[in-house]
């Protein structure tokens, strides 16, 4: 077994120079960009190889590439210089009178409907809490949540919770979006069950969102499968590709309301009970809060409530 490394023995100037270097793929320009003479520069990298006790850089005399221990290196170093900024960061808000900072991720959903005008007046309370918002799909929230890279996500239910304090906070009404020439449409339905819509081509969202998971799963226990036609990232997206006819899609309709209008497409309502979905409040179960996002936290649970229309 591999002998632990002696945190003591790395410096930050040494990994910042390791990163120089791997960028680069020469020792020469890593050590320009780090403003280190030549010698030092290589002498640091042969002490963090000895260190490591493994090579991670391949020389030749086109210069260097990374082997495969020193792309593990890499990605570690990259991360803690990442969290010595959101350190840096936080302290300076200190310093500066900002006195918080809070991470919050949303999904597209809460951010067209409940969080901007909670937000306002949060900040009105609280002028010395800076809150950095993100719009993310629900499964990268939950992930950022989980790595610690978010302190508080808001997204939609049946995503993976494991790990997470969650508590209702919202909710959207999902409907069948489809251009105003579709069968569905032309039929005059106001409102139809996810079964006969299973008939037609499907634009969904990429694998791994909430609503795609949760829509297959549906069709699952209706014995039958979607037929996704083309799979994309945003709703804007979604609502183009149904625009141009290649199939219909089921979306938020608070979210999507000023795409579908844009568009000129139909929202048809879903007669399943499930097309009513809940939006989680969610923060990590291991973690404790900082005294500003728990302010955050207890404020959005207070003033947002669950809506249904």
Same mark, same amino acid.
């Given at each position: 077994m591999h002998n632990p490394i002696n945190p003591g023995r790395v410096d930050f100037v040494t990994l910042?120079?390791?990163?120089?270097?791997a960028k680069a793929q020469s020792i020469t320009k890593g050590a320009q960009?780090?403003?280190?003479?030549?010698?030092?520069?290589?002498r640091r990298m042969s002490e963090l190889e000895e260190t490591v006790g493994l090579i991670? @850089?391949? *020389?030749?005399?086109?210069?260097?590439? +990374? !082997?495969?221990?020193?792309?593990?290196?890499?990605?570690?170093?990259? =991360? /803690?210089?990442?969290?010595?900024?959101?350190f840096?960061?936080?302290?300076?808000?200190?310093?500066?009178?900002?006195?918080g900072h809070v991470r919050l991720?949303?999904?597209?959903?809460?951010?067209s409907e409940f969080l901007p005008s909670a937000l306002a007046s949060f900040l009105l309370q609280h002028p010395q809490i800076q809150?950095?918002?993100?719009?993310?799909?629900?499964?990268?929230?939950?992930?950022?949540?989980?790595?610690?890279?978010?302190?508080?996500?808001?997204?939609?239910?049946?995503?993976?919770?494991?790990?997470?304090?969650t508590v209702v906070i919202g909710g959207d009404e999902l409907v069948i979006a489809c251009s105003k020439d579709h069968p569905l449409h032309k039929n005059k339905n106001k409102i139809v069950s996810f079964k006969d819509c299973l008939?037609?081509?499907?634009?969904? @969202?990429? *694998?791994?969102?909430?609503?795609?998971? +949760? !829509?297959?799963?549906?069709?699952?226990?209706?014995?039958?499968?979607? =037929? /996704?036609?083309?799979?994309?990232?945003?709703y804007d997206a979604m609502c183009k590709m149904i625009s141009a006819n290649l199939g219909i899609g089921v979306m938020p309709i608070q979210a999507?309301?000023?795409?579908?209008?844009?568009?000129?497409?139909?929202?048809?309502?879903i007669r399943d009970p499930w097309s009513a979905r809940n939006l989680l409040l969610a923060t990590n179960a291991g973690s404790a809060l900082s005294p500003s996002s728990a302010l955050l936290v207890e404020f959005l649970n207070k003033n947002c409530q669950p809506k249904r229309k």
């Open positions: 910042k120079l390791f990163c120089a270097v960009e780090c403003s280190l003479a030549l010698s030092a520069a290589s991670l @850089l391949e *020389r030749s005399a086109k210069g260097v590439t +990374l !082997t495969q221990a020193g792309h593990t290196v890499m990605q570690h170093a990259l =991360r /803690l210089f990442q969290g010595f900024e959101q840096s960061n936080e302290i300076g808000d200190y310093s500066k009178g900002i006195k991720w949303a999904n597209m959903s809460a951010l809150v950095e918002v993100e719009e993310q799909l629900s499964s990268d929230i939950v992930k950022a949540l989980v790595d610690g890279i978010a302190d508080i996500g808001v997204f939609a239910e049946g995503t993976p919770v494991t790990g997470l304090d008939q037609y081509d499907f634009v969904g @969202l990429n *694998r791994g969102s909430a609503l795609l998971e +949760l !829509t297959s799963r549906h069709a699952e226990k209706l014995g039958e499968r979607m =037929r /996704l036609r083309i799979q994309v990232r945003s999507c309301s000023a795409h579908l209008q844009a568009m000129d497409l139909a929202a048809i309502k």
